[in-house]
């Protein structure tokens, strides 16, 4: 099969899209209208493993000759070249045709905030409460990891999607309405950019988050979107009614996930158990594990230089021992110095970054380092030789590469399971 993907993007969703059609023998094409410099190293990458990359504008050929347009989200339905192809979808749209999406009982997530939380707090619920559920959606987890598991036969009791407007809008319009069976809908709060809010709720996702057995939304829209969903949904609640018996001790971003949780059966009491063991959303400052005088974080989402930066300040004024470095030579690793030179010991992952800028960044401001260690439990294991057994002090070790992790990972979500793995195994021993 000819797959085009229309628009490459900067984040690793669409690179795990074409990864999908290549591991399976597709011919794959990558158009961009932007130059291939500013798209970084990873098409190198993808060009290895087959891929034909065409940059700086578009050609009609690409489309008419493709059996498969994947759409970037940010590229508008109206596009002078859609026209030509045989069929668009997105990531999104293309799972719904999989017989197992039937099977399984998806929760989708939308709204103006609030919907990392809202998706991470109830995969982390569910998965405790004895169900197998996975997520996927804005967040930066294509679909397309998810068919993966599908295919190696990892097909979960609830999938959660992490919806923005334009990918609803987008997944709707592709499924020409037909959408599949939601049994939960949560909008989890409205959109109050000066109320430019003539605009309805639906108006912004295509009517996606209409079509479920249950909606939940805050209490200021419900009447709105019960006159809207009309006969499409079973219930319509609020979020702060459904809400109610949830622990004053929680934070309020876990409202709109305890409400989901009342409606499909949960009690009170068993959701505040299992929101008191919500350590984060995954990959973005997580804790993975807290010991007498240390504590590991997981934050692997930081795929730019500069984020460590930010992360590191959480820590302020405790020893922190870094594990960073990773894919993507393009990369300007000065933007990482500042958390360098904070850490208490520096432990790299082997990647372009690492060999072709982030060393030659640490020898040159004389920076020790450990590494670079081609596994995650080598890292982890260096890092943690730096703890000390005695100290009164919390002791930190960080992921937070600030590179990609295309050349030895899936995606940064992959790489921060292969953490939390490493860590939960050193522990076990």
Not at 30 to 52: C, F, P
Not at 193 to 201: A, G, M, S, T
Not at 322 to 347: F, Q, R, T, Y
Request: hydrophobic share 40%.
């Amino acid at each position: 099969m000819n797959v085009l993907i229309f628009g490459y993007g900067l984040h690793g969703g669409v690179f795990e899209s074409a990864m999908y059609f290549l591991s399976r023998g597709d011919h794959v094409t990558i158009t961009d209208i932007r130059s291939r410099d500013s798209l970084g190293e990873s098409l190198n990458y993808l060009e290895k493993q087959g891929a034909v990359i065409h940059c700086g504008g578009h050609m009609t050929d690409d489309f008419s000759s493709a059996d498969l347009v994947i759409k970037n989200p940010t590229i508008k339905l109206d596009n002078e070249f859609l026209p030509y192809s045989k069929r668009v979808e997105n990531d999104l749209s293309y799972i719904s045709f999989r017989p197992e999406s039937k099977k399984i009982k998806i929760i989708c997530v939308t709204g103006a905030r609030h919907k990392a939380t809202t998706t991470s707090v109830l995969c982390h619920a569910l998965n405790a409460l004895g169900k197998k559920a996975h997520m996927c959606g804005n967040m930066g987890l294509s679909a397309f990891s998810e068919l993966k598991n599908w295919d190696n036969g990892d097909v979960p009791d609830y999938l959660i999607i992490e919806m923005s407007s334009w990918v609803a809008r987008d997944t709707y319009h592709f499924m020409k309405g037909n959408v599949p069976h939601v049994e939960v809908s949560v909008i989890t709060s409205v959109y109050d950019d000066n109320r430019e809010l003539q605009i309805k709720p639906s108006e912004r996702t295509g009517e996606f988050n209409l079509h479920a057995n249950h909606i939940i939304c805050p209490a200021d829209v419900k009447v709105e979107i019960g006159k809207q969903a009309q006969k499409k949904a079973k219930s319509i609640s609020s979020i702060e009614s459904a809400s109610k018996g949830m622990s004053k001790a929680l934070s309020v971003k876990m409202q709109a996930a305890f409400a989901v949780l009342r409606k499909l059966g949960y009690s009170a009491s068993q959701i505040n158990n299992v929101f008191k063991s919500f350590r984060g959303i995954p990959g973005r400052a997580e804790m993975v594990l807290r010991t007498d005088n240390a504590m590991y974080v997981n934050d692997s989402a930081s795929v730019i230089p500069a984020a460590p930066n930010f992360t590191m300040e959480y820590f302020e004024n405790l020893p922190v021992h870094l594990i960073c470095g990773g894919s993507d030579g393009s990369l300007d690793a000065e933007h990482m110095l500042k958390a360098l030179k904070a850490s208490s010991s520096v432990h790299l992952l082997d990647g372009s970054f690492t060999q072709e800028k982030l060393i030659k960044l640490l020898r040159k401001h004389r920076i020790r380092f450990n590494g670079p260690f081609k596994t995650m439990e080598e890292a982890v294991a260096s890092a943690s030789s730096m703890l000390d057994p005695k100290s009164n002090i919390l002791q930190i070790v960080l992921l937070s590469p600030g590179a990609s992790a295309y050349e030895d990972y899936c995606n940064e979500y992959n790489r921060g399971e292969s953490f939390r793995t490493a860590v939960i195994s050193q522990q076990a021993r």
